[in-house]
């Protein structure tokens, strides 16, 4: 194998795993670093800096980045827990001091451009974010009476309270934006004949929810009590539905399904079963959203298929299922399934969370933007700019349903399109990611970060008695982290971010790395292809997701020195126990691009090209 390019930043960013896991790239290390010195505030400003929502995604973030956690894979099972990244998260924002000062603000004098973003979801909320300090003046454009998108509408005030999206969608709306709520757009066409925007940003989100087109579905007596699950919960955020049906049927299992069954109890239901089609295994609710339905005694009915409703004497009064068995490989996957039965459950409501898609009915066909198939836009995965130059897309309204920190990342990167698009350049250009690293050495066996290993169990979330949650309906479930949970968990955080960086001039052989190394994560050998390589290292290669670091040939034999950077668990052994600082424990700063990092200044805007003007439709 060539010797590695540390020098490419994409390399020891992927050793971050969980920074390379977030769709926004937040520097999780850092931050809990920061919470575990008391800097509440500086933490918090190192998480909006990427996902820019940190009290709302530190309770409702679908964590990418603990399934990827370090820590998760040192351990045996069941002590095998990630570090509880999201409720840290949380931690940052519940203690922080008022951040308002310390954040971007916009000039008074505005570059001349123009922006309209149509939804105020998190895609459009971030848009705004980065382009307002910039000088441009942002417009929203919001159909309902209140920003925030399916933050606001299909996320349940008790996982979500009202005060923490005011809080944080106001930082955004307080630069000045121009958001015109109760104002859906209804014709594109007449929105860019205008002529009042340079650029158009979508980001309407997913707002249609499936139907189950099924015997007794357009019955008049089954319409009024079967509901579209994110119409439902969009109903009871407004408080258009104050009650439901003492039997409640949710039929779907994702995350929508367990705010439906969740919000059910709490508008008077006692009997409230999800109904999932596969076995728990294929569900794609996140297994925390689960356990937490479960633990307010939602039965969750696995292998049944949905058939019919059940109507009788002019009334909804059940489903019936298939009941569905499944052959499995040794890999988990269904190879076969039959019907082996039928099953009546009975009902008073059925909701149904079966999954939400696209709905453009206000973008007219004759405007060059291009749908799939499936009516989903044609959008660029890297710019986010459609088949008509200046309108882009964004969130669930680009690419389908995701959440919100997906949405953010698409925000982030549109941004730069968009400020690339009205200032002439091509769009296509990205700027690059940076990295820093500097060492963290003190002494010689000192640094400048806390290196040791502390084997202690993930801390569990508190929550409200069961009794005392139901009894209004924004009562929020989640307490958050007592001040001693917060100080035990930061401990279980490994500093992935603090690199070990290998010199192989200064290597002499001596083998004392490899024999300090707990987990054998080093290995001395000859060169060779990356198969032969893995299959010579001290410890199993258990997982080929990240590369193998491979040095320069060493000065005595030619030999090579090889670590997979996937067992290592960064405590700094080998840099310590080395003769010759041949190992450095270096902390590694990747310096994620924005709007505000491009050139020229937006004060200087260059004239648009003729084939990407706004035309009058």
């Not at 930061?490 to 001039?505: I, P």
């Amino acid at each position: 194998m060539q010797p590695t390019d540390t020098g490419n930043p994409d390399y020891y960013h992927r050793v971050v795993d969980c920074q390379w896991a977030c769709p926004a790239h937040t520097d999780v290390p850092e931050y809990i670093r920061l919470i575990a010195q008391g800097q509440f505030t500086a933490a918090y400003l190192v998480n909006r800096e990427s996902n820019v929502f940190p009290g709302i995604l530190g309770r409702v973030c679908d964590r990418p980045c603990e399934p990827a956690c370090r820590r998760g894979r040192v351990e045996a099972p069941p002590d095998n827990q990630p570090v509880a990244i999201c409720r840290l998260k949380r931690v940052a924002a519940d203690h922080r001091d008022d951040v308002r000062e310390l954040l971007p603000k916009a000039p008074a004098r505005k570059n001349g451009k123009r922006i309209a973003c149509i939804g105020a979801g998190p895609a459009s909320l971030t848009v705004a974010n980065d382009l307002m300090p910039l000088g441009y003046e942002v417009t929203i454009f919001e159909k309902w009476r209140t920003p925030g998108g399916l933050m606001r509408t299909n996320i349940p005030s008790f996982r979500l309270p009202e005060r923490v999206l005011a809080e944080e969608i106001g930082y955004i709306i307080d630069l000045g934006v121009d958001l015109r709520l109760d104002s859906p757009v209804t014709s594109l066409k007449q929105l860019l004949a205008t002529g009042e925007f340079d650029a158009v940003f979508v980001g309407s989100g997913a707002p249609k929810g499936k139907d189950l087109n099924l015997p007794g579905r357009k019955e008049p007596a089954a319409a009024p009590h079967i509901h579209i699950g994110i119409d439902w919960l969009e109903s009871v955020a407004f408080n258009h539905i104050e009650t439901i049906g003492r039997r409640v049927l949710i039929i779907g299992v994702g995350n929508t399904a367990m705010d439906c069954c969740r919000t059910s109890l709490r508008l008077g239901a006692e009997d409230v079963k999800v109904m999932a089609r596969k076995p728990r295994g294929f569900f794609k609710a996140s297994e925390w959203e689960l356990e937490d339905a479960e633990a307010e005694n939602v039965e969750i009915v696995v292998n049944h298929a949905p058939k019919a409703f059940v109507i009788e004497h002019g009334k909804l009064t059940g489903m019936r299922f298939d009941v569905m068995e499944y052959d499995l490989d040794a890999r988990g996957r269904i190879v076969g399934e039959r019907v082996a039965g039928e099953k009546t459950f009975p009902c008073d409501d059925v909701i149904l969370a079966i999954g939400q898609e696209n709905a453009f009915p206000w973008i007219e066909n004759d405007l060059g933007i291009e749908f799939d198939q499936w009516h989903v836009p044609k959008v660029d995965p890297i710019t986010f700019q459609s088949t008509r130059p200046n309108v882009f897309f964004g969130g669930d309204a680009a690419f389908g349903p995701k959440n919100i920190i997906w949405a953010v990342e698409h925000g982030h990167q549109a941004a730069i399109s968009l400020h690339r698009y009205c200032q002439g350049q091509d769009v296509t250009q990205r700027p690059p990611r940076r990295l820093n690293l500097s060492s963290r050495k003190m002494g010689l066996h000192e640094w400048a970060y806390k290196n040791d290993y502390n084997p202690l169990e993930r801390r569990l979330m508190p929550h409200v008695d069961l009794k005392e949650r139901f009894k209004k309906i924004d009562i929020e479930v989640e307490l958050g982290f007592t001040a001693e949970q917060a100080a035990a968990e930061v401990q279980r955080c490994l500093n992935c971010d603090v690199q070990t960086v290998f010199d192989a001039r200064l290597c002499i052989e001596c083998d004392a790395c490899i024999d300090i190394c707990p987990v054998d994560c080093l290995t001395m050998t000859v060169n060779g292809t990356e198969t032969e390589l893995r299959q010579r290292l001290k410890a199993p290669s258990l997982r080929v997701t990240q590369p193998l670091f491979v040095s320069a040939p060493l000065q005595h034999t030619a030999r090579v020195m090889v670590k997979d950077e996937d067992v290592c668990v960064h405590c700094g052994l080998c840099a310590e126990r080395c003769p010759t600082a041949a190992w450095d424990m270096q902390k590694s700063k990747i310096r994620i691009p924005y709007a505000s990092d491009e050139t020229p200044p937006c004060s200087t805007p260059q004239p648009l090209q003729p084939a990407a003007l706004c035309p009058s439709a």
